[in-house]
């Protein structure tokens, strides 16, 4: 179908603030609005299954920075999974030679996965790679995944590339898939990560020879306990709330069984943090936000539960252990031994509310 908007026919649409400018966007709004219906009645009208090709004016087919315009109005509105709506702008197409995939503008919009900028711009990221001198086939596979999907924008792309002028940067972005999940959303993971590290490791030391004082060499095995145990929480609750970008999980959706995927599309539609930015052509409501708070809380109680666990029974074993090799000495420190449930249950709940809480804040800064 094709339908040209008549604000798009209009000659000159800078106009002054003031009378046109406010019926422009009113025409603008009702041209919208039409065009919308008139969409979403033909993917009725075309059954559960199909592609629908829209033809349209060159301003409708960007999408809005709040979410705005004609592809806002039909991504929330598609209802199957297998139901597909791509806006065209035709000022922007040319064939180069015949047989070959137009180059153009357009949006790609499914229930499955509603992409919200040139989906599929092979001209872009080709220039991409070109420019750093890298060939598809060397990217990982979620990388690949998403540049066949149309997921992968040119920018992201040019970070990663980034990335990989850096030695650490690039073999923990080739190695781990979770690293460079991270570090192609927020290029300072790693800075956040390293300085709560450090501020976690010294303050434990510091804690634990104010505790101890001159005892502390000889029960340093405790000190490690504790402190590792400090180490691994406190990664957790930088790793767990951090933003991340990752392809392959939208692949997975598309490709996986109705009742799988949509359990895949209600986790992956909350935000890693309450506080974290809409991405084009993502709306979170507040009721995302606060999703993301709980869940964010039940994965670091979780943490937090067996983090204790795993600490508590490890000391308790170097007790024992201490115990069996020398009683004169154990006899001789009054050592209170920590209950190992009560003690995961009130670290859980501490992890949950005041250090999710915390860090919920902490990734915007």
């Known amino acids: 179908m094709s339908r040209r908007s008549s604000v798009d026919s209009t000659p000159n649409l800078s106009f002054p603030f003031g009378p046109s400018s406010y019926l422009s966007a009113q025409a603008r709004v009702v041209d919208e609005y039409t065009m919308s219906q008139i969409i979403l009645q033909n993917m009725s009208d075309g059954g559960a299954t199909g592609m629908l090709i829209v033809v349209t004016g060159a301003s409708h087919v960007t999408y809005g920075s709040r979410g705005t315009g004609v592809p806002a109005r039909i991504s929330r509105k598609l209802q199957k999974k297998n139901q597909v709506v791509i806006l065209l702008d035709p000022e922007r197409q040319f064939i180069r030679r015949e047989g070959e995939v137009p180059v153009a503008d357009f949006l790609w919009y499914s229930a499955a996965r509603p992409c919200s900028r040139n989906c599929f711009d092979r001209v872009e990221i080709a220039r991409v790679m070109n420019a750093a001198g890298q060939r598809r086939d060397a990217l990982p596979q979620d990388l690949q995944k998403g540049i066949d999907l149309g997921l992968v924008s040119p920018e992201v792309l040019q970070n990663f590339f980034d990335l990989e002028k850096y030695p650490l940067l690039s073999e923990l972005t080739h190695r781990f898939q979770g690293f460079r999940e991270r570090?192609?959303?927020?290029?300072?993971f790693?800075?956040?990560?390293?300085?709560e590290e450090g501020i976690s490791v010294t303050t434990t030391l510091l804690a634990q020879y104010q505790k101890r004082k001159e005892n502390f060499f000889q029960e340093l095995d405790y000190v490690i306990t504790d402190t590792v145990r400090g180490s691994v929480v406190d990664f957790f609750t930088v790793w767990l709330p951090a933003?991340?970008?990752?392809?392959l999980s939208y692949a997975d959706e598309m490709n996986s069984p109705d009742n799988i995927s949509s359990l895949l599309g209600l986790l992956g539609s909350i935000p890693d943090n309450a506080f974290q930015k809409n991405p084009v052509g993502t709306n979170w409501t507040l009721n995302h936000r606060v999703a993301s708070v709980v869940f964010g809380g039940l994965k670091l109680a979780g943490v937090g539960f067996i983090s204790s666990i795993g600490a508590v029974a490890s000391s308790n074993s170097l007790f024992a252990v201490r115990k069996f090799?020398?009683?004169a000495i154990v006899a001789n420190q009054q050592i209170a031994r920590?209950?190992?449930l009560k003690t995961a249950v009130v670290y859980a709940c501490f992890l949950g509310i005041s250090a999710n809480l915390?860090?919920?804040?902490?990734r915007e800064f």
């Open 243 to 247: 933003p991340t970008l990752s392809f």
């Open 183 to 188: 570090l192609l959303a927020d290029p300072k």
């Open 338 to 340: 920590s209950p190992i």
């Open 325 to 327: 090799l020398n009683p």
């Open 190 to 195: 790693l800075h956040r990560l390293a300085i």
């Open 358 to 362: 915390r860090y919920q804040v902490f």
